[in-house]
């Protein structure tokens, strides 16, 4: 039986999406779900997750540290089922490498899950402090919940 594959997408790949990866990964079944994360900018290549995202992540016993940030490819689009964004920018930037109406499907807002076709984003908590980036974890949580309940029933 194949995995579920689930891409996880932000901007540079260090602080949202790592977190949901991390997020969601401990809500699935290693054996039946496989879940990773990439941004859109090639910014952070290589880099670990954002002190701060490995720090929220510890405090809720999630260990995102190994994680390392990768860019986005256009074979993703293909070699993943469900591919979550997390804000309108990482949308329309991945929209745009879609090239077929498959892989546009796949496409969506992860906040969907919560707040369906409201569009609404999760903030980047970069520029931001501890408690932003708690308030993201609290976010991705709750959505991680509501994706993990739909993949699995």
Same mark, same amino acid.
Not at 64 to 70: D, T, Y
Not at 108 to 127: C, G, K, S, T, W
């Given at each position: 039986?194949?995995? *579920?594959? %689930?891409?996880?997408?932000?901007?540079?790949?260090?602080?949202?999406? !790592?977190? #949901?990866?991390?997020?969601?990964?401990?809500?699935?079944? #290693?054996?039946?779900?496989?879940?990773?994360? @990439?941004? *859109? =900018?090639?910014?952070?290549?290589?880099?670990?997750?954002?002190?701060? /995202?490995?720090?929220?992540?510890?405090?809720?016993? %999630?260990?995102? /540290?190994?994680?390392? =940030?990768?860019?986005?490819?256009? $074979?993703?689009?293909?070699?993943?089922?469900?591919?979550?964004?997390? &804000?309108? /920018?990482?949308?329309?930037?991945?929209?745009?490498?879609?090239?077929?109406?498959?892989?546009? +499907?796949?496409?969506?807002? %992860?906040? +969907? @899950?919560?707040?369906?076709?409201?569009?609404?984003?999760?903030?980047?908590?970069?520029?931001?402090?501890? !408690?932003?980036? $708690?308030?993201?974890?609290?976010?991705? &949580? $709750?959505?991680?919940? #509501?994706? @993990?309940?739909?993949?699995?029933?």
């Amino acid at each position: 039986m194949e995995k *579920t594959k %689930i891409l996880m997408v932000c901007l540079g790949n260090i602080c949202r999406s !790592t977190l #949901a990866e991390g997020i969601l990964k401990n809500k699935l079944e #290693a054996d039946f779900f496989e879940v990773d994360s @990439a941004g *859109t =900018g090639d910014w952070h290549v290589g880099d670990p997750p954002d002190h701060r /995202s490995i720090r929220i992540g510890r405090d809720h016993s %999630i260990d995102i /540290s190994r994680q390392r =940030g990768r860019q986005i490819k256009p $074979e993703d689009l293909d070699l993943f089922d469900h591919i979550l964004v997390m &804000d309108r /920018s990482n949308y329309k930037n991945v929209m745009a490498m879609a090239s077929t109406d498959e892989q546009k +499907d796949k496409i969506r807002m %992860i906040l +969907d @899950a919560v707040f369906p076709n409201e569009n609404v984003e999760v903030p980047d908590p970069y520029h931001g402090n501890l !408690t932003d980036f $708690e308030n993201v974890y609290q976010m991705l &949580d $709750e959505a991680c919940n #509501a994706i @993990a309940q739909e993949l699995t029933s």
